[in-house]
T-cell receptor, first 108, second 115 residues
Framework: SQQGEEDPQALSIQEGENATMNCSYK?????LQWYRQNSGRGLVHLIL?????REKHSGRLRVTLDTSKKSSSLLITASRAADTASYFC????????FGTGTRLTVIP | DTEVTQTPKHLVMGMTNKKSLKCEQH?????MYWYKQKAKKPPELMFV???????INESVPSRFSPECPNSSLLNLHLHALQPEDSALYLC??????????????FGQGTRLTVV
């Protein structure tokens, strides 16, 4: 299956702290994408990293990809209460299959 | 316009009803998707359309019938659903299929309840 597996399943931190989420997958991929979902709403694309890239930054987000270990991580620095959401990785071979997700709670 | 619009936002239907979910985008995207999401679970891919042709059907029961009338529109026809089909149905689109390295844009979903 292309689906990723994320850990932790849930993460609770104080505002201002960093949050790290990990994603592991099993098949070869073309790219890996991260999405955020606020409760009961649509998903929002955060960042895409291609299989030949190792690290990518976007604002307070930092994504790494290790294709030899078939794993990726998403780091959110200086978290805010508004970052409270579910985060999904999607290791993409041909289509977008989502990982199990991490529910992040940022406490003000 | 970077929006994917889904209608209706909420739908309650009986098990003998026929209803349709609608999805529209005007970004010129040529790939469109339907996902089903149960509470506290990740979205599950149901169908992929590429250039208005069905390219992926993830073994979805025939009571769900997708249709892509043109490059901007995607419908999901529902018939004889079961209560376990109650879920959030999400539509998404991307320039081309995501394997080539494009992001997907999602609608806000239709919350379906089958009674």
């Amino acid at each position: 299956s292309q689906q990723g597996e994320e850990d932790p399943q849930a993460l609770s931190i104080q505002e201002g702290e960093n949050a790290t989420m990990n994603c592991s997958y099993k098949t070869s991929i073309n790219n890996l994408q991260w999405y955020r979902q606020n409760s009961g709403r649509g998903l929002v694309h955060l960042i895409l990293i291609r299989s030949n890239e190792r690290e990518k930054h976007s604002g307070r987000l930092r994504v790494t990809l290790d294709t030899s270990k078939k794993s990726s991580s998403l780091l959110i620095t200086a978290s805010r209460a508004a970052d409270t959401a579910s985060y999904f990785c999607a290791p993409v071979a041909n289509n977008l299959f989502f990982g199990t997700g991490t529910r992040l709670t940022v406490i003000p | 316009d970077t929006e994917v619009t889904q209608t209706p936002k909420h739908l309650v239907m009986g098990m003998t009803n026929k209803k349709s979910l609608k999805c529209e985008q005007h970004m010129g995207h040529r790939a469109m998707y339907w996902y089903k999401q149960k509470a506290k679970k990740p979205p599950e891919l149901m169908f992929v359309y590429s250039y208005e042709k069905l390219s992926i059907n993830e073994s979805v029961p025939s009571r769900f019938s997708p249709e892509c009338p043109n490059s901007s529109l995607l419908n999901l026809h529902l018939h004889a659903l079961q209560p376990e089909d109650s879920a959030l149905y999400l539509c998404a689109s991307s320039q081309v299929t995501t394997g080539t390295g494009t992001e997907a844009f999602f609608g806000q979903g239709t919350r379906l309840t089958v009674v």
